[in-house]
């Protein structure tokens, strides 16, 4: 089991920038690797995956809309998972999600197949 919680959101204007955190803890001892992702969801419409850090090297994957902009990244020991966002723009007002899928091949880019979301945090990108 693993418990996440997302903090940080805020509102700000377009070109500014934030930092979300998730905190990342573990309720049972396991030995599952882990995939790491920042979901967000606008109001009104879907869960749109933002960013990946891999489950085995640890490597970073954005998606197109924010690719450049934004930042994932983790705590050496794994217990928080950070979004650095850049640039902001008016569209990435949204509801933030962080979320862990259990390694077993893959790391999925897909709302439903993710096993751990936080409750989210609230982005809103004014102009």
């Known amino acids: 089991q693993v418990r996440l919680m997302e903090s940080g959101g805020a509102s700000v204007q377009a070109g500014g920038s934030l930092r979300l955190s998730c905190s990342v803890s573990r309720l049972d001892p396991t030995t599952n690797l882990y995939c790491m992702n920042w979901f967000r969801q606008p109001p009104g419409k879907g869960r749109e995956w933002v960013a990946q850090?891999?489950?085995?090297?640890?490597?970073?994957l954005y998606g197109r809309s924010v690719k450049g902009r934004f930042v994932i990244s983790e705590d050496n020991d794994k217990t928080a998972l950070y979004l650095e966002m850049n640039a902001l723009k008016p569209e990435d007002t949204a509801k933030y999600f962080c979320?862990?899928?259990?390694?077993?091949?893959?790391?999925?880019?897909?709302?439903?197949?993710?096993?751990?979301w936080g409750q989210g945090t609230q982005v809103a990108v004014s102009s």
């Open positions: 850090i891999r489950a085995l090297d640890r490597g970073e």
């Open positions: 979320s862990a899928s259990i390694f077993t091949g893959d790391c999925p880019v897909t709302p439903g197949r993710q096993n751990y």
